[in-house]
T-cell receptor, first 113, second 114 residues
Framework: DQQVKQNSPSLSVQEGRISILNCDYT??????FLWYKKYPAEGPTFLIS?????DKNEDGRFTVFLNKSAKHLSLHIVPSQPGDSAVYFC????????????FGQGTTLQVKP | DAGVIQSPRHEVTEMGQEVTLRCKPI?????LFWYRQTMMRGLELLIY????????DSGMPEDRFSAKMPNASFSTLKIQPSEPRDSAVYFC????????????FGPGTRLTVT
């Protein structure tokens, strides 16, 4: 039972364009969502997060949108840079167990120069 | 500023041997997490501690796996005996406290059991 799903294993975009990474979840109790970025041979690094009381959070080139009714969130990267090429993981947690992050399978983003 | 430190970075062992993975969390962080990443199951939480006390070990696959946190600056994940299906990358992460959300991951230990 995969509670957090990233249905696109990979995405390729041109440098300077927008990258949109998608994530769907099934558990309506999730109330906090995070995006992590992972380079090969490194651990995931935190990128941006959003609480369920918001529908948008922005940090520089990165914006996360949350649509609770659709149980969907997305990460927008504008403009995309070659250094953004990595695996992106969506993760979710509930307030009743804030230690337990449930991760999606990840999406590999390639930004072409 | 040192991040989460894991050792060894790579471990190759034979089936049946004991394996011990080590983690030093970021100083001042009260919560520590052990994850396993495999192609089949992705990144999954095995166990986490708060103030050195295990809070949720529901992800530990079976009795062959055990984790300890004897003090605030050190944790171990032990597999005994190891099996080929334990081959994976094991990550340790830490967090300032239960009310924080972001977890900071170490570089991982790539375990291969032959």
């Amino acid at each position: 039972d995969q509670q957090v799903k990233q249905n696109s294993p990979s995405l390729s975009v041109q440098e300077g364009r927008i990258s949109i990474l998608n994530c769907d979840y099934t558990n309506s109790m999730f109330d906090y969502f995070l995006w992590y970025k992972k380079y090969p041979a490194e651990g995931p690094t935190f990128l941006i997060s959003i609480s369920s009381i918001k529908d948008k959070n922005e940090d520089g080139r990165f914006t996360v949108f949350l649509n609770k009714s659709a149980k969907h969130l997305s990460l927008h990267i504008v403009p995309s840079q070659p250094g953004d090429s990595a695996v992106y993981f969506c993760a979710a947690q509930t307030s009743s167990n804030t230690g337990k992050l449930i991760f999606g399978q990840g999406t590999t983003l390639q930004v072409k120069p | 500023d040192a991040g989460v430190i894991q050792s060894p970075r790579h471990e190759v062992t034979e089936m049946g041997q004991e394996v011990t993975l080590r983690c030093k969390p970021i100083s001042g962080h009260n919560s520590l997490f052990w994850y396993r990443q495999t192609m089949m199951r992705g990144l999954e939480l095995l166990i986490y501690f708060n103030n050195n006390v295990p809070i949720d070990d529901s992800g530990m696959p079976e009795d062959r796996f055990s984790a300890k946190m004897p003090n605030a600056s050190f944790s171990t994940l032990k597999i005994q005996p190891s099996e080929p299906r334990d081959s994976a990358v094991y990550f340790c992460a830490s967090r300032p406290g239960l009310h924080s959300h972001e977890q900071y991951f170490g570089p991982g230990t790539r375990l291969t059991v032959t």
